[in-house]
């Protein structure tokens, strides 16, 4: 899978995925979403992204989870 509006910069943010090259972090708009916030509110919030910026931004923390191993609560 290919990212293309997803950059990493040393020099910016502290190296943290952002989009395009501004300085607004996935993990935001990914947090974002999972407070229940619409893409338009969120375009609203930001209005330098654009509704493909946050699709990106989901695909992109999804993708990256299949690649992790994350320490979780096993239910009985």
């Given at each position: 899978?290919?990212f293309?509006?997803i950059?990493?910069?040393?020099?910016q943010?502290?190296?943290?995925p952002?989009?395009?090259?501004?300085?607004?972090?996935?993990a935001t708009?990914v947090?974002?979403?999972?407070?229940?916030?619409?893409s338009?509110?969120?375009?609203?919030?930001?209005?330098d992204?654009?509704?493909?910026?946050i699709?990106?931004?989901?695909?992109?923390?999804?993708?990256?989870?299949?690649q992790r191993?994350l320490?979780?609560?096993?239910?009985?």
């Amino acid at each position: 899978m290919k990212f293309t509006r997803i950059t990493v910069d040393p020099s910016q943010m502290g190296g943290v995925p952002c989009l395009r090259g501004l300085r607004i972090p996935v993990a935001t708009v990914v947090g974002m979403t999972a407070d229940g916030m619409t893409s338009e509110e969120i375009l609203s919030a930001y209005p330098d992204l654009e509704a493909e910026d946050i699709r990106e931004a989901l695909r992109f923390a999804a993708e990256t989870l299949r690649q992790r191993e994350l320490p979780l609560v096993t239910v009985p």
